[in-house]
T-cell receptor, first 110, second 115 residues
Framework: KQEVTQIPAALSVPEGENLVLNCSFT??????LQWFRQDPGKGLTSLLL?????REQTSGRLNASLDKSSGRSTLYIAASQPGDSATYLC?????????FGKGTMLLVSP | GAVVSQHPSWVICKSGTSVKIECRSL??????MFWYRQFPKQSLMLMAT?????????EQGVEKDKFLINHASLTLSTLTVTSAHPEDSSFYIC???????????FGPGTRLTVT
């Protein structure tokens, strides 16, 4: 059974800092890995999708990496802003399952 | 912990038929349920948000007449894909939320294949 772990569970940083969120998964037989953002009371917003054959994806200030063999992914956020405050979820897709981590709650203070 | 189930877990249907997917909160009452879909090699995308007893709110680009969502009770929401076509083949996932709580509880997903 796939298990996805995200570390840290919560993170508080001052504005402008670069930060890294970590995600690990136990079964490397995945189709892809995704990072999502969840604002309070809202549905998920997809941030980055990495196919199993890829090693990283970039979008603006976000960069996600994937090391499938070791079961790890990181989400790098550059020059953080208060608007980045949200919960960030990592999810891996298998053939018939989508497994989410519990998320990292990020607070960026002005 | 809160558990959300989906039924069926996978379904194969012929083009032109309709398929209903159920999403149930097993041990809690879900005032809000979300429906997502994930096309092959694409990201998970929110389709619609439904609140118990009211009409669903659809995301831009999602046809409400094609994807019928019913949230008739606090423990059940259904998504009906009407007149399904091969391009509707996707992974459909629901999630449920209690009241104004932040956390969503996700179902395991339903893989739909339209032939």
């Amino acid at each position: 059974k796939q298990e996805v772990t995200q570390i840290p569970a919560a993170l508080s940083v001052p504005e402008g800092e670069n930060l890294v969120l970590n995600c690990s998964f136990t079964d490397s037989a995945i189709y892809n890995l995704q990072w999502f953002r969840q604002d309070p009371g809202k549905g998920l917003t997809s941030l980055l999708l990495i196919q199993s054959s890829q090693r990283e994806q970039t979008s603006g200030r976000l960069n996600a990496s994937l090391d499938k063999s070791s079961g790890r992914s990181t989400l790098y956020i550059a020059a953080s802003q208060p608007g980045d405050s949200a919960t960030y979820l990592c999810a891996v897709t298998g053939y018939s399952t989508l497994t989410f981590g519990k998320g990292t709650m990020l607070l960026v203070s002005p | 912990g809160a558990v959300v189930s989906q039924h069926p877990s996978w379904v194969i249907c012929k083009s032109g038929t309709s398929v209903k997917i159920e999403c149930r909160s097993l041990d809690f009452q879900a005032t809000t349920m979300f429906w997502y879909r994930q096309f092959p090699k694409q990201s998970l995308m929110l389709m619609a948000t439904s609140n118990e007893g009211s009409k669903a709110t659809y995301e831009q680009g999602v046809e409400k007449d094609k994807f019928l969502i019913n949230h008739a009770s606090l423990t059940l929401s259904t998504l009906t894909v009407t007149s399904a076509h091969p391009e509707d083949s996707s992974f459909y996932i629901c999630s449920a939320r209690v009241g104004s709580e932040v956390e969503q509880y996700f179902g395991p997903g339903t893989r739909l294949t339209v032939t």
